[in-house]
């Protein structure tokens, strides 16, 4: 079983960087892919962007490639989501989600994660 907390959301303008984090408990965090979500009031939570577990392999949904870039370090149990270049659009609180399935791997969908975090809220001012 895995703890997932994350930090690092804000209040920011258009344009502007964020650097998320989530932290893991456990020793076996390599064992983990790792999945960002975000869900905007009144809307369903949709995949951001996913890692494999030696960070090999990244995955992004279309809205964002190119501004954000998710990273892990192991030896930190700690998965990373920068965001640059924020719109307003992508106001919402953001998730970080764990699962071990390795038939599936970066997995898109929420389904497919066991362990999820409480979320950090990321607003962008326009």
């Known amino acids: 079983q895995v703890q997932l907390v994350e930090s690092g959301g804000g209040l920011v303008q258009a344009g502007d960087s964020l650097r998320l984090s989530c932290a893991a408990s456990?020793?076996?965090?390599?064992?983990?892919?790792m999945g960002w979500f975000r869900q905007a009031p009144g809307k369903e939570r949709e995949f951001v962007g996913g890692?494999?577990?030696?960070?090999?392999?990244?995955s992004y949904a279309d809205s964002v490639k190119g501004r954000f870039t998710i990273s892990r370090d192991n030896a930190k149990n700690t998965v990373y989501l920068q965001l640059n270049s924020l719109k307003p659009e992508d106001t919402a609180v953001y998730y970080c989600?764990?699962?071990?399935?390795?038939?599936?791997?970066?997995?898109?969908?929420?389904?497919?994660?066991?362990?999820w975090g409480q979320g950090t809220q990321v607003t962008v001012s326009s």
């Open positions: 890692i494999s577990r030696f960070g090999g392999s990244t």
């Open positions: 989600a764990a699962h071990s399935r390795t038939s599936i791997g970066i997995a898109t969908t929420p389904i497919w994660y066991d362990y």
């Open positions: 456990g020793r076996t965090f390599s064992s983990y892919y």
